[in-house]
């Protein structure tokens, strides 16, 4: 009786065991977006209790759940955003955790998700990968057929993911040694090798973390140091189906390939194009705007103030460096941060923001429009009307998020609304850039602050799509009547 007993038993957990990792399967092929915000939120939340434990501060004392929690957010989201000083808080432990939670928060959601379901069910299946192909690419609708205009095509995701986990580690490899030596001239060859891995997973996952004593501050005067931090942070922001694409023609036979525009998709012309002009245009601004604040440009020479309005630029797109007190920038400088803020980087990067091909797609909407085109054509394509619906609804959720957001911790807190504003746009572009407002924030301002930085990391589409994903299609269609607009 005792041997049928156990018997029994083995097979009842054999059973529920075999029925638990079905399910897992399903839910991670079924409903990538879904599962990813799930994935997210279990992140946080371990990560969170890591950072609560005793050996992760350097006091070795308990952190408060707010200030873990907020960290651990940022973390996950690569934000960059701090309730603590983050040069000393955190011990050697706490400071690992940050950089694997950066480094697997940089994947992103959608990503994160894809491989999950790739190494759950050995292998991805039709309907994973259509979802897979469109997830990648936040510009395509969640919904309809898969063409080959898409920019990752469906046999292309594996690779895709691959070259997301390879050119983490790569690129991060190559920062790390570049800044090594800038490093090791401060700190010295040993602490060196803690301190360059940091800031390459910092500036390319887009995170903006300084673990250093004394922060980005220490490199101020070390050109070298801050233009491959840089390129590191615009090389992330740039989108993984981005640098997939260009290493598939870099690598190519015909190398020739790579120098010819014309042979790349649209999506990776919009965001390179778009990209280059905001870098170029907001540093313009900045320097023509900050010239004479002595708090900023003032005290510099054109050379200098040229470089740190470039480096500028490019960190407020989503990097969250900087040298230049942002609570001391002009209210006019602050606008033009907050709108580079908004806007972010590329579509699956490492960036936030409502991304650069949406407002791309914005702008040529509009432009047609005002040419009376009955389509939205550019570079000898044609964008379809799903695709500006979905630029549209991802610029007003966002702009939504971050309204709410604004007024509510305006009223917890009764600052500023200029800063109140800065602040929140950075939460939801996760860049990690502060007026100087988020250290100073109570508890409840911080747990808006931080369901902000979800909300704009994983993304308005990713959100649509996980709510969306049981909608079913209409087959008939209402009568047409047209209200007044404008």
């Given amino acids: 009786m005792p041997g049928s007993q156990s018997s029994v038993g083995s097979a009842l957990i054999r059973r529920t065991t075999r029925a638990a990792w079905r399910w897992f399967r399903f839910i991670t092929t079924h409903s990538p977006s879904r599962f990813a915000i799930t994935v997210f939120a279990g992140l946080v939340l371990l990560t969170t209790a890591l950072l609560s434990l005793p050996i992760a501060s350097a006091d070795r004392q308990v952190t408060p759940l707010t200030d873990a929690l907020f960290t651990a957010m940022s973390t996950i989201c690569v934000t960059g955003l701090a309730s603590v000083d983050m040069g000393t808080h955190w011990s050697h432990f706490g400071q690992g955790v940050i950089y694997v939670g950066v480094n697997i928060g940089g994947m992103g959601a959608l990503t994160l998700a894809s491989m999950l379901g790739m190494i759950v069910s050995k292998r991805m299946g039709l309907r994973a990968k259509l979802i897979a192909a469109g997830d990648t690419n936040p510009l395509r609708a ?7 205009s898409q920019a990752v095509r469906l046999g292309e995701v594996g690779q895709l993911l691959r070259t997301v986990a390879l050119s983490t580690v790569l690129i991060e490899l190559v920062v790390g040694l570049l800044i090594y030596p800038s490093v090791t001239a401060k700190y010295g060859w040993l602490e060196a090798l803690w301190v360059s891995p940091m800031y390459a997973a910092m500036a ?29 942070v615009i090389t992330g922001s740039v989108g993984f189906p981005v640098l997939f694409a260009l290493s598939r023609h870099l690598f190519h036979p015909k190398k020739s390939h790579f120098f010819r525009p014309s042979t790349w998709s649209l999506h990776v012309k919009l965001t390179l194009i778009t990209s280059g002009l905001l870098l ?6 900045f320097l023509i705007l900050e010239y004479d604040n002595p708090h900023t440009f003032g005290s510099m020479g054109f050379g200098e103030s040229l470089f740190h309005a470039l480096f ?7 990097g969250g460096f900087s040298f230049v007190d942002m609570g001391e920038l002009y ?22 923001g409502i991304k650069v091909t949406t407002l791309a797609v ?3 909407a509009v432009w047609s429009e005002a040419q009376g085109r009955q389509s939205v054509q550019v570079f000898g394509r044609r964008i379809p009307s799903d695709v500006q619906r979905v630029a549209v609804a991802v610029l007003a959720w966002g702009a939504t998020i971050v309204a709410l ?14 800063q109140v504003m800065f602040d929140v746009i950075s939460a939801f572009g996760t860049v990690g850039l502060t007026s100087g407002l988020t250290e100073t924030l109570p508890d409840s301002a911080l747990w808006v602050m931080a369901v902000t ?9 990713t959100l649509a799509a996980a709510v969306a994903a049981t909608s079913k299609s209409q087959l008939y269609a209402l009568p047409v009547e047209r209200p007044i607009v404008g």
Wanted: net charge negative.
């Fill in 142 to 148: 969640h919904g309809g057929s898969v063409n080959e």
């Fill in 312 to 318: 500028l630029s490019s960190m407020t797109r989503s």
């Fill in 280 to 285: 170029v245009g907001g540093a313009g601004a």
């Fill in 453 to 461: 930085i979800f909300m704009g990391r994983v993304g308005t589409v």
């Fill in 405 to 418: 957001a604004t007024i509510v911790v305006a009223q917890i807190t009764h600052a500023p609304i200029a």
């Fill in 331 to 352: 209210g006019s400088g602050t606008v033009v941060g907050s709108m580079l803020m908004f806007v972010g980087g590329g579509s699956a990067s490492t960036a936030g």
């Fill in 362 to 364: 914005l702008a040529l």
């Fill in 204 to 232: 390319f996952t887009n995170t903006g973390f300084t673990l250093n004593e004394g922060g980005i501050a220490v490199f101020q005067d070390d050109y070298m140091f801050m233009t491959v931090i840089m390129l590191a």
